[in-house]
């Protein structure tokens, strides 16, 4: 049996994965709003993510890793479940828990990053910063 009080954060991050796969069975605008909803009521509840971070270079910093898309654009990237990690083939050297709206706080606050995909290996959702916005509620 595994011991969950060290993923205490992770739990009902499962409601994301579902609300994730029902987004990609149906495109559609509804779907959508229901997922940043759940993604928001995640947050409220103090939920975690898993965030993949560098090595430390020279200066002795962790900096969170980064992918680049086909536009060149860079986007962070952030695991509901380590079970979602693993998908990627062991691709990921080190992981940390972090607080939902404090990895969304960073990613509106780093002008060089577009914004944060969850799950990219299955469950994805690319959460560009307008749609993180709406997730913290700072849009009308």
């Known amino acids: 049996m595994k011991d969950y009080k060290a993923d205490e954060g992770l739990h009902g991050n499962d409601k994301i994965e579902k609300a ?18 759940v993604i928001r009521r995640r947050m409220k509840d103090a939920g975690q993510l898993i965030i993949a971070v ?11 890793e980064a992918v680049r ?6 986007w962070w990237v952030a695991f509901t479940s380590f079970e979602e990690e693993l998908k990627g ?12 709206d404090k990895l969304f706080e960073l990613t509106l606050q780093t002008d060089e990053i577009e914004g944060v995909i969850l799950n990219p290996w299955n469950r ?9 916005e709406i997730i913290l509620g700072k849009t009308a």
């Open 69 to 74: 898309t086909e536009d060149g654009k860079n």
């Open 89 to 100: 083939g062991g691709s990921v050297k080190s992981t940390f828990l972090t607080d939902i």
């Open 20 to 37: 994730i796969a029902g987004l990609q069975k149906e495109t559609t605008q509804e779907m959508l709003a229901h997922t940043l909803t």
């Open 124 to 132: 994805t959702i690319m959460l560009d910063k307008y749609l993180i």
């Open 54 to 64: 560098e090595p430390p270079s020279g200066d002795g910093q962790l900096r969170l």
